[in-house]
């Protein structure tokens, strides 16, 4: 059975940080293009940052320069470090795991506001 668990989400005032990891398991890990995507209230959701197996990464612009996405495949986690948050990175952030399946988690809640 695959899984995939988001932690670290939270409250944070504008200009903070969070880390929101995402461990996974029932999969080949180190295979996965793994993902973090958002979902604001009244809005589709979008894509924020993704790292390929090989370690590519590639951002929205609007997150360029603030959030950092990375894998750790020893222990099958993918991370999201967020710096300088603003209030419209408030959001449901969802871990994603593609290769020839692709799987989401149940997300983690991200309010940016003080």
């Known amino acids: 059975q695959v899984q995939l668990v988001e932690s670290g989400g939270g409250l944070v005032q504008p200009g903070g940080s969070l880390r929101l990891s995402c461990a996974a398991s029932?999969?080949?890990?180190?295979?996965?293009?793994m993902g973090w995507y958002r979902q604001a209230p009244g809005k589709q959701r979008e894509l924020v940052a993704t790292?390929?197996?090989?370690?590519?990464?590639n951002y929205a612009d609007s997150v360029k320069g603030r959030f950092t996405i990375s894998r750790d495949n020893p222990k099958n986690t993918v991370y999201l470090q967020m710096n300088s948050l603003r209030p419209e990175d408030t959001a449901v952030y969802y871990c994603?795991?593609?290769?020839?399946?692709?799987?989401w988690g149940q997300g983690t809640q991200v309010t940016v506001s003080s």
């Open positions: 790292i390929t197996s090989g370690g590519r990464t």
């Open positions: 994603n795991a593609k290769f020839l399946d692709t799987y």
């Open positions: 029932g999969i080949s890990f180190s295979v996965y293009a």
